[in-house]
């Protein structure tokens, strides 16, 4: 199982008890750009950076995260104004999601735990027993998401993907009949797809409804036969109801490990 990991940045000795210069602005750079591969960077309530202690001890600064190269990314981010002694990665039970690591679909396996970066392919389904499934792809494969029954409201969110959104699916991979399938604990949705309807236009000629005869074969007025191709539908975008953001089970589906979402910083973007 995977693990979680904290990098960490000393100081020189001779800026120890001194303010840290780190520059702020690089800090919610970062966060935006590794997220949710790294977490509790910022307090974007408070405007607080939280990568740094306040007290006089020889730690610059500390990024947690998921993933160990995402954390070297995210340090090179940030814009420190002082020397760093030397960096060091540890793994840390601190926190949370300990279980998950982040994967390729086509590196999925039987009881894995993954995150995975994805796009949404097939419009998601509710099954017998009411569990709702979709399809998500990467560059290297599709594999099955589930939100099963005892993951009650949560699948009314599942429910509002559609193909094209672009997602971050956490869950256990199991072998089902179907094929493996990721059972999903959290989701992010990082960009919601427009969303269009497509209807006959209206006639021209007398304004009425059109019908459509078949598929790619045009539409035609019941009232004047009057006759337009395919191209003359009419599309229409509707709005998402979906919000950009993260969603989880509620705390009765969820496996101890999981990390609450509660403890994260409410507002991502
Ligand atoms: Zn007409």
Not at 3 to 32: C, N, Q
Not at 45 to 73: F, M, N, Q, S, Y
Not at 146 to 161: D, G, H, M, N, W
């Amino acid at each position: 199982a995977g693990k979680t990991y904290e990098l960490i940045a000393h100081r020189t000795r001779e800026y120890w008890g001194t303010v840290r210069r780190i520059d702020p602005a690089s800090v919610f750079e970062m966060d935006r750009a590794t997220r949710p591969y790294t977490f509790d960077n910022v307090d974007y309530e408070t405007g607080e950076i939280r990568i740094a202690p306040h007290t006089p001890c020889p730690v610059l600064l500390g990024v947690r995260g998921v993933d160990p190269k995402i954390l070297e990314k995210a340090f090179r981010m940030l814009r420190i104004h002082e020397p760093v002694e030397f960096v060091t990665i540890f793994e840390s039970n601190q926190g949370t999601d300990a279980h998950y690591q982040k994967l390729r679909i086509r590196d999925l396996r039987d009881g894995v735990s993954a995150i995975v970066e994805g796009t949404v392919s097939e419009h998601p389904r509710t099954d017998i027993g009411s569990h709702v499934f979709f399809k998500l792809r990467d560059g290297t494969g599709e594999v099955f998401c589930a939100a099963y029954e005892p993951t009650k409201s949560f699948r009314k969110i599942v429910l509002q993907l559609i193909p094209g959104d672009e997602v971050i699916a956490f869950g256990a991979v199991k072998q089902k009949p179907q094929g493996l399938t990721l059972n999903l604990e959290k989701i992010y949705v990082r960009k919601l797809a427009k969303k269009v309807i497509r209807r006959p236009p209206t006639c021209p000629n007398c304004g009425k409804r059109m019908k459509s005869l078949g598929k790619r074969r045009g539409y035609r007025c019941k009232k004047c036969g009057f006759k337009l191709g395919k191209e003359a539908e009419e599309a229409l975008e509707v709005r998402r109801q979906l919000r950009e953001g993260f969603y989880e089970v509620p705390p009765s589906a969820r496996r101890h490990l999981t990390k609450p979402l509660s403890i994260e910083p409410p507002t991502l973007r």
